[in-house]
Nanobody, 117 residues
């Protein structure tokens, strides 16, 4: 059972930046895919970005050019660098990890991102 702990959320002005961290309790190479999801108030959870064990990345259209997902395997950590934030980015951001052939995902507790207009 992997533990995922997110950090780095907070309050920023529109146009500002945050870097989120997801620290895993085991090697991130244990997972075929890790990613970030977010959930705005009153809305369902949506995919933000993913990174595979091989290092390939994918992004939702609404964050392309603004957000970057990366990893530090020595620290068992995945990051989400968020630039040019706007109020539509408000929500709780969750880290996700999925093992190859797994029927279930692991989730962190989430970290709140708030953007003032």
């Amino acid at each position: 059972q992997v533990q995922l702990v997110e950090s780095g959320g907070g309050l920023v002005q529109a146009g500002g930046s945050l870097r989120l961290s997801c620290a895993a309790s085991e090697s991130i190479f244990s997972f075929s895919v890790m990613g970030w999801y977010r959930q705005a108030p009153g809305k369902q959870r949506e995919l933000v970005a993913t990174i595979t064990s091989g290092g390939s990345t994918n992004y939702a259209d609404f964050v392309k050019g603004r957000f970057t997902i990366s990893r530090d395997s020595a620290r068992n950590t995945v990051y989400l660098q968020m630039n040019s934030l706007n109020p539509e980015d408000i929500g709780v951001y969750y880290c996700n990890a999925r093992r190859m052939f797994s029927r279930s995902d692991s989730w962190g507790q989430g970290t709140q991102v708030t953007v003032s207009s």
